[in-house]
């Protein structure tokens, strides 16, 4: 990620003609009332540019997406709905859009900047472990983030470390709506399939219809796993052995506590009827300093479906956290944390197609259920 600031105006279009010969620039995007600066994160289909808006008389990320080579599908399903859901939100935890443009060209959606990058960025930055006093004051934001999101009838379906990014305060701001869509809160069944595959819930992967506030939690708890391990939980490029890594279960580094054991459990459950609710989340013992038992306030309300909530934790964890994103050659605690590509396993059947292999994202056919 680039940390320059917005150029001058001349500079900025990069459209000049020198007469010396060289070769002209390609000309930059151009909007009235923005100088154009340095490019803060690409992503599938966009670029995002730090740019100085005249208006707001302020920095801000302007995200480009350029009509020409963004898929056909692109255009006219998941852009209009990343603009649909991002006009409902407004948290002190989501990114704040301020205005969108649009030119024969491109689309551009004008943003807040969240000035000190993203949570993966972070996370490698910081040796790979946040400390967990630190952990629960961000996870709570993005607790708080995504509460909003479903009050506000919008799943995200794309959390994951890259996506949530922090303010010059370290404020989280949780932002790409490009997967997310609108919901009725009655019949939330939904079959596209999207996101990044080490973050998607099991029932995504198997190719079930699905809850997206129910998946969305389970994306949930394996950022706050990355947070406090330093790795993903399962981090494999096919979907079958994603499912034997899900179905082995999860190893928690030794220094995690047994509250923070607990919620990222209650978040990573298979059964979709047993996975945590954020509302419980967010009253979750891992949060009070004050709490006598990690359990006390987790989303198995009555003393048998606490039981059977212990049993499978254990039943879920393992020896052998997945190696997958590890680069060799390098000391283990040196090593970045690599958020993982998705890529469809063609010799499982299921519904995936690979959107975009590169940047991680896949989607499939996209349709509310009746
Ligand atoms: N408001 C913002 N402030 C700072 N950086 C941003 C902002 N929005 C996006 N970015 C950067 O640009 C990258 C790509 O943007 P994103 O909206 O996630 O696009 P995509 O949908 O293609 O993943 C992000 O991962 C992040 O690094
Ligand atoms: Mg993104």
């Not at 620039?25 to 540019?49: H, L, N």
């Not at 990355?226 to 939980?233: E, F, I």
């Not at 054991?261 to 954020?278: C, H, N, P, S």
């Not at 891992?286 to 212990?310: K, L």
Request: proline share 6%; hydrophobic share 30%.
């Amino acid at each position: 990620m680039s940390s320059g600031s917005p150029s001058s105006p001349s500079a900025g279009d990069g459209s000049t003609s020198p007469s010396n010969g060289n070769p002209v620039p390609r000309p930059r995007e151009k909007i009235p009332g923005y100088i154009f600066g340095d490019v803060i994160g690409t992503g599938a289909y966009a670029k995002v540019r730090r740019c100085y808006s005249e208006k707001f008389k302020s920095n801000v990320a302007v995200k480009i997406v350029s009509k020409k080579s963004a898929p056909k599908d692109y255009l006219s399903k998941f852009l209009p709905r990343e603009i649909q859901c991002i006009h409902k939100l407004r948290h002190k935890n989501i990114v704040r859009v301020l205005e969108i443009l649009e030119t024969e060209r491109s689309m551009y959606i004008v943003m807040q900047e969240a000035e000190k990058g993203d949570l993966l960025d972070f996370i490698n930055a910081n040796h790979r472990k946040i400390a967990e006093k630190d952990a629960k004051i961000y996870f709570q934001q993005i607790l708080e983030a995504v509460e909003h999101c479903h009050i506000k009838n919008v799943v995200h379906r794309d959390l994951k470390c890259e996506n949530i990014l922090f303010d010059k305060d370290m404020v989280i701001k949780l932002s790409d709506f490009g997967f997310a869509r609108t919901i009725n809160p009655e019949n939330c069944q939904l079959k596209t399939h999207c996101g990044s595959l080490a973050y998607a819930a099991p029932e995504i992967v198997k190719g079930k219809d699905y809850d997206g506030r129910i998946s969305d939690v389970w994306s949930l708890g394996v950022v706050l796993f990355a947070m406090v391990n330093g790795k993903l939980p399962f981090n494999d490029t096919s979907v079958k052995n994603l499912l034997t890594a899900i179905n082995k279960g999860i190893t928690f580094q030794s220094n995690v506590s047994e509250a923070c054991r607990d919620i990222i459990t209650a978040m990573l459950m298979t059964d979709t009827g047993r996975r945590a609710k954020i509302k419980d989340l967010l009253k979750h013992a891992w949060f009070d300093p004050d709490a006598s038992s990690p359990y006390r306030s987790c989303s198995t309300p009555s003393p048998r479906e606490m039981d059977v909530a212990r049993d499978e934790k254990h039943f879920i964890k393992t020896p052998n956290p997945s190696p997958a994103s590890t680069p060799r050659g390098t000391p283990e605690h040196q090593q970045p944390l690599v958020m993982n590509s998705d890529v469809s396993d063609s010799s499982t059947p299921g519904p995936y197609h690979t959107a975009n292999e590169s940047s991680g994202e896949f989607s499939g056919s996209d349709q509310m259920s009746t």
